[in-house]
Nanobody, 124 residues
Framework: QGQLVESGGGLVQSGGSLRLSCAAS????????MAWFRQAPGKEREFVAR????????YYADSVNGRFFIWRDNAKNTVFLQMNKLTPEDTAVYYC?????????????????WGQGTQVTVSS
């Protein structure tokens, strides 16, 4: 049980910024590895970023490293993704996910709970 709900997606111009939120209900996320994935039309879901349960460790895909930042507020049961210097290649549906077994993985199959996704569209 439990739910993850993403918000903050929208249409932005190339070079702009956007901040996504992932709010959890039904369970507490403080002990779980959390991650963001994205999926563009016709492509497989790809890893974007993950964060440890405490928030002290973060890891990013090479394609977003230095532009995107993940953090969490466990008191609010929420995970965030700050996206900067966006390009049309970042256009996708963005999903947050929780790994209950703390695998620290970049594989989508390692994650146990998913949100419904939020659309991010970057115009050229």
């Amino acid at each position: 049980q439990g739910q993850l709900v993403e918000s903050g997606g929208g249409l932005v111009q190339s070079g702009g910024s956007l901040r996504l939120s992932c709010a959890a209900s039904g369970r507490t996320l403080g002990s779980y590895v959390m991650a963001w994935f994205r999926q563009a039309p016709g492509k497989e879901r790809e890893f974007v970023a993950r964060i440890s349960g405490s928030g002290s460790s973060q890891y990013y895909a090479d394609s977003v490293n230095g532009r995107f930042f993940i953090w969490r507020d466990n008191a609010k049961n929420t995970v965030f993704l700050q996206m900067n210097k966006l390009t049309p290649e970042d256009t996708a549906v963005y999903y947050c996910a929780a790994d209950f077994t703390r695998r620290e993985s970049t594989r989508a199959g390692s994650y146990d709970l998913w949100g419904q996704g939020t659309q991010v569209t970057v115009s050229s």
